[in-house]
């Protein structure tokens, strides 16, 4: 049986109140897991209303704090342990946060769409201070007096005359299999002593050190190593001759269902000789696949079904004197992970464990269940955080060929890591998109009409079923793939943030879903707002210079959101924009957007040089305003803004994975180029607007889009040349 929580952890609570599996909701994003059953209570408190799905005290005192979200290197195991230490009033290293694991955690979906803390921080915030309270009251009533004559320090409920009980002492005689209460406040603003403070992130001294860090680090005794064999690209299949691969060195087993196939030994390097040796024997395409043109008018020509997001007709009257059109678009693009996605599987006694980077351990766990013929309750996933994430790569599809090549070799531990070719040639990309936005101006220079077209793929083939996996297409017969469908607004997919935060008086938002996918797709960090953002900033730069107004004001005439303005002055204030004086070359650009305009705001601005004739791009300054609500660990919202902007940075201006219409080109860094360090921004600072107290609005993937848009409108500026089609390496771009 899969170990429970009390048999992992030992302790007091006697029930605990994980709800059952349920399909996954929210298209991808992160809102999956069973239904709302709660809905009074915030975050996915609603969905798991009972305080020991979240927390519990051990004998010794000590809090073991679960989460059903996973550790991307967003730095939320610290966060979270923050806003549970401080709810609590115990130190933080008192705290234990266990993260993702599907035998111990609540079911929160995939960790995705900037939504962590939105949803398990806010659950784990609230569910502290329930069980605060509750230890309080539980004291209360051994000493007679009211709840409110108590108060609490140092893991103890104290009554200030000399009375103390330890919360392990409370905890003895108290379950919290209970259900929390709606009414219960967290605490004061002003008596926080972790919220809002910058503590150092415990996910960050073993990767800086080189210590064990990432699932690829995993060393089990007696583990042997596994290479999956395949063709180079999605869209092939290897031609094998599995008896000369078995009779490579170092290959002590070939494992074999349907068309997959894997090589098993005892160590590494010469199973990656055998899988370089088995390469040879070439491929076939299986089955065709083909574009039905070059890119971006191929987006044009694929069947589409198309629905109309944002209708306002609030000023029919307006007189326009100017009208402006702009086509945007961007190629498909790789996730680009640093590591080759990796796992660790063990079928034992009937049993299995995966040890994975999925972001979603729940979904893959119901995926390899179909794909093994194994019912739910005999499989475990546990996250292990990947080096290189931030969308749906090949964690999931390795997760399935280790889970295969383990349950063939029972009692094994079995590592399987992806070849760097693999990676580059299996990995779903980010969808290519295609925008075109229309545009009136009034005499004033205000916008009186707005038109924007969005074409594009799914941005989800995240697994719920085997055939959603590369190993369960390769079975025979296959099993089938989960249709590709749009996400919803207001998240949405390809369509996020095509729907203007501006107000303008007359709009209309249409999008072109694509479900036919030439070229595998799914998640990649931010999905569709990287180009809608990039294509509306970029526009509303346009539209500033023919109405010959100033970008920043332009943008804060059209805003009847304070915040937005607030992040937009901040920005500009700290960069000296009204200061800022042009030379030769040299430009500025600004950006701004609300992340699925409900999530971070952030404004950024780029101070940036051409080299001319050589080409390359010198970014001397980037600064940047963030409002993610309530700001629990300032600097790791920082270091997930500075992230974002040198990621996008190298996304807009060199990143493409090319095609040559029946397969893709690129299998590694030579023919995929990504931002180096002498590419890097000179300069990066980023200023948290807190607002304590407030929702948590996540700040992940905030960044992404306003980059792009800044980049672009920098260059602008700097060379007279408008470019609006990604990478801007097309444009002679190149790196330093």
Known sequence: MTPTRREMLGGLVVAFAIAPA???????????????????????????????????????????VFTGKAELGTGIKTAIAQLAADELDVALTDVNLITADTALTPNEGVTAGSQTMEQSGTAVANAAANVRLLLAEAAAARWGVAATDLFTRDG?????????????????????????????????????????????????????????????DMRLPGMVHARVLRGPASGTRARLDLAAIAREPGVSRVVQLGNFAAIVGPRE?????ALHAAARGGSTPSPPAELPGALPEALLAMRRESRTIADRRDDPAAQPVRQLSARYDRPYLMHGAIGPSCAVALFRDGQLTVWTH??????????????LSMSLDRIRCVHREGAGCYGHNGADDVAGDAALVARAVPGVPVRLQWSREQEHGWEPLGPAMLAQLNAALDASGRIVDWRHQVWSNTHSTRPSAAGDLLAGQEMVPPFPATPPKPIPQPNGGGDRNAIPLYRFPNQQVVSHFLPDMPIRVSALRGLGAHLNIFALESFMDELAAA???????????????????????????????????AAPNRGRGFAF?????????????????????EGPVIVHRAVAAVDSGEAVNPDGIRNQVEGGIVQSLSWTAFEQASHDGARRTDYDWSTYPILRFGDAPLSVAVEVVDRPGTPFLGTGECAQGPTAAALANALAMATGERLRSLPLARAGLRPG
């Open 358 to 371: 999925s972001q979603g351990v729940e979904p893959l766990r119901r995926s390899l269940a179909e794909l």
């Open 22 to 64: 349920a399909a996954q909701t929210g298209g991808g994003e992160g809102s999956g897991g069973p239904p709302t059953v709660a809905p009074d209570l915030p975050g996915t408190l609603s969905k798991f209303p009972d305080l020991d799905a979240w927390i519990r005290i051990a004998p010794d005192g000590r809090v073991t």
């Open 156 to 216: 103890a409920v104290l009554d200030g005359r000399g009375r103390r009980l330890s919360y392990a002492e409370l905890a003895a005689a108290t379950s919290l299999a209970v259900r929390a209460r709606n009414d219960v406040p967290r605490k004061r603003v002003a008596a926080r002593r972790l919220i809002g403070h910058s503590l150092p992130r415990v996910d960050l001294p073993a990767k800086l050190t080189g210590q064990a860090a990432y699932v690829h």
């Open 269 to 273: 390097w010469p199973l990656e000789r």
């Open 547 to 581: 109405a010959r107004q100033d970008p920043v004001a332009f943008r804060l005439a059209h805003l009847d959101d304070p915040r937005a303005a607030a992040v937009i002055r901040r920005a500009a204030e700290r960069f000296g924009w009204s200061r800022y004086r």
């Open 593 to 613: 957007a609300r992340y699925k305009n409900h999530g971070a705001y952030l404004a950024v601005a780029l101070d940036v040089e051409r080299v001319p004739d």
